[in-house]
């Protein structure tokens, strides 16, 4: 194979990341898009910029002999279905995080994924950010000695907009935010620590969203909309304060992975910033971020040596492409996985892992902050 021909499934918010396979002249190119909305066919294609084969049925994809791999970029619930589909038919398979909203859907796939003889990798673009790989390579080198804690805090400063005005509010579409935003951050958790979640207690809220608003409002229609403070007046404008909405949107996480080390991981959508900021704590020092301002600091603990007097700060330098430059380079892993058999950053069990510590984050939030303990074990394989 000397190009990767990629049909997609889901026009929608990651959609733009298919405009970096587009390449015809190169090793990959778009030539098919699944989507149920017309309009998003036709803006889509226009932004492609070549005539494409277009469907609202997804399955009118994975029957063509012209499409090699499968980019599932539609909404999180169907993910299961929409990977395990495109195995079977005999496409290798780029999945969005997370990789379903349950373990148990987790495990399915990986069981079609280990059938099927296919390459299947899992959209985790944060490893591909260069802030967060010159934390890891830090780290792995010894700046900070040996690893003991991690504090992550996620300032969501745009929650509501994107969170909680369309179908991401409903539990029975994500589990919970843990899954949808907190995937990223409890998989950067385990690859820069090199380590898994063991066990999980979690505390949380539905402190501000939500309501007793009619499901069917919409911000235009509302009579409330010049006071409200968070009228938007396009894209997603389901009520962010209907009844249906029931995941929370403020919480907090208490993890202990394996060796030990401690990490805890705090996720809030009523903040006025957007900002994540990561701690990693050693015997000998610790990293911490600043990904509004493009730096990394890196603190040595005070041991009678000459790391006493050496604080370091490393400044990123501005990348091309969205997400600080991370898709691109993802988009071109999984073309190198497919035709060279490379090896991506990121790996299937990995996103099943995430998944697992969100599920049981909030099967401990909604049970009053039971400790949770997480199987690296697949539940299909116990029955």
Not at 288 to 296: C, L, M, Q, S
Request: with cysteine; glycine share 10%; net charge negative.
């Amino acid at each position: 194979m000397k190009k990767v021909r990629i049909g997609v499934i889901g026009a929608g918010l990651r959609g733009s990341l298919a405009l970096y396979w587009h390449k015809p002249e190169g090793e990959s190119e778009i030539v098919a898009l699944a989507d149920l909305s017309e309009e998003r066919q036709q803006k889509f294609q226009e932004k492609i910029g070549s005539p494409i084969f277009l469907t609202k049925n997804y399955k009118d994809l994975l029957v063509r002999d012209d499409i090699d791999a499968i980019a599932v970029l539609s909404p999180d619930y169907l993910h299961e279905e929409h990977v395990i589909a495109a195995l079977e038919a005999g496409k290798h398979v780029y999945s969005e995080k997370p990789l379903a909203i349950t373990v148990e859907g987790c495990d399915r796939i990986l069981d079609a994924w280990q059938r099927s003889g296919k390459h299947l990798m899992v959209g985790f673009n944060m490893r591909y950010m260069s802030m967060y790989q010159t934390m890891k390579g830090l780290i792995d080198s010894g700046a900070i000695g040996e690893l003991k804690a991690v504090w992550v805090r996620h300032f969501v400063g745009f929650g509501g907009y994107f969170y909680y005005h369309d179908w991401h509010g409903k539990s029975e579409n994500t589990t919970s935010l843990l899954l949808q935003k907190g995937s990223h951050d409890l998989d950067v958790i385990h690859w820069i620590t090199g380590r898994y979640t063991t066990k999980v207690s979690a505390f949380g809220g539905l402190d501000y969203y939500g309501g007793d608003m009619p499901n069917d409002l919409t911000c235009p229609e509302c009579s409330l909309k010049y006071t409200c403070p968070e009228y938007v007046a396009h894209t997603f404008t389901e009520c962010a304060f209907r009844k249906e909405i029931d995941v929370e949107d403020n919480n907090m996480l208490i993890m202990e992975l394996e060796g030990g080390v401690k990490a805890s991981y705090l996720q809030c959508h009523f903040t006025p910033d957007y900002e994540r900021n990561y701690t990693f704590i050693g015997t000998e020092g610790r990293i911490e971020n600043d990904d509004v301002n493009g730096k990394v600091y890196l603190k040595t603990r005070k041991t009678n040596t000459w790391k006493e007097f050496s604080d370091v700060t490393y400044d990123m330098k501005p990348e091309e492409g969205s997400h600080g430059g991370a898709d691109p380079k993802i988009a071109q892993d999984f073309v190198e996985l497919v035709l060279y058999n490379k090896e991506p950053l990121t790996s299937p069990f990995a996103g099943r892992m995430s998944v697992a510590v969100g599920c049981a984050a909030t099967e401990s939030i909604r049970s009053g902050g039971k400790v949770m303990h997480i199987s690296q074990t697949s539940s299909l394989l116990k029955n």
